[in-house]
């Protein structure tokens, strides 16, 4: 199976653990980027997001409150909309 084959279940494993994070904060954060990107993303956006969610929430979180510094693996502009903070919607 090809990796673009897979892009829809890997899409709903990511679905899943962006809105199932633990905390009501980190949902609203993965979850809500992940509803109004995910349709714009390839393979290469997919596989960003898909690390990003092995990172811990409290590292992410401060990278895109801007509290800390944005590691290098993840600077780019998917990380500046992620800074945005404007889909999160409560």
């Given at each position: 199976m090809t ?5 829809p ?7 899943f ?5 633990g905390?009501r ?5 993965f979850?809500g980027?992940?509803d109004?990107y ?12 898909e690390?990003?969610l092995d990172r811990d929430?409290?590292d ?5 409150l801007g509290?800390q510094?944005?590691?290098e693996?993840?600077?780019g502009?998917?990380m500046?909309a992620?800074?945005k903070?404007?889909?999160?919607k409560?």
């Open positions: 990796a673009q084959a897979d892009l279940t890997r899409l709903n494993r990511a679905r653990r962006a809105w199932h994070r905390t904060e980190a949902d609203y954060m979850g980027y992940f109004r995910h349709a714009e993303w390839g393979e290469a956006g997919l596989a960003w997001f690390a990003l929430d409290v992410v979180m401060a990278w895109a509290t510094p944005v590691p693996e993840f600077a502009p998917q500046d992620m800074r903070l404007d889909y999160v409560i």
